[in-house]
Each structure stands twice: as structure tokens, then as C-alpha cells.
């Protein structure tokens, strides 16, 4: 499981979005760091959400 760096940003709905750092994307949510039996390593918080119930988005190639 990676960390992706987000910058700073605005939504298209005029939300700023703050810098922060996320799991790498890869479709299984299974190892998100917000799912019951992973630990986020930032927080410390411990995950809640159901694995089963979380919608995986497709994931977004970004060319560099």
C-alpha cells in the first residue's frame, strides 16, 4: 500500500480541498486505511467503514 501527496485544491464545487495524504488507488477495499481491521499510520485512528460497502471508484491514470 503506497501514499499518494494530494496538493491543495479546489473543487469544481468552490470546496478547497487542503493538502493531505492519502493510500495509493487500486481498487480493493480491502486495504484502505478507513475500512474495520486497518489502521490509518498518520492518525492512528483505527478504520470504520465496512469493506463490503464501500463503492471502489474506477481508477484514473494521471500522465506525467
Same mark, same amino acid.
Given at each position: 500500500?503506497?501514499i499518494? @501527496? %494530494? &496538493?491543495?485544491?479546489?473543487? +469544481?464545487?468552490?470546496?478547497?480541498?487542503?493538502? @493531505? %495524504? &492519502?493510500?495509493?488507488?487500486? +481498487?480493493?477495499?480491502?486495504?484502505?486505511?478507513?475500512?474495520?481491521?486497518?489502521?490509518?499510520?498518520?492518525?492512528g485512528?483505527?478504520?470504520?467503514?465496512?469493506?463490503?460497502?464501500?463503492?471502489?471508484?474506477?481508477?484514473?491514470?494521471?500522465?506525467?
Open positions: 500500500m503506497g499518494v @501527496h %494530494v &496538493r491543495p485544491h479546489i473543487r +469544481r464545487d468552490g470546496t478547497y480541498v487542503p493538502a @493531505h %495524504v &492519502r493510500s495509493s488507488p487500486d +481498487r480493493n477495499a480491502l486495504n484502505n486505511w478507513s475500512t474495520i481491521g486497518n489502521v490509518n499510520p498518520f492518525t485512528k483505527p478504520g470504520r467503514k465496512n469493506p463490503l460497502q464501500i463503492k471502489v471508484r474506477r481508477v484514473r491514470r494521471v500522465r506525467r
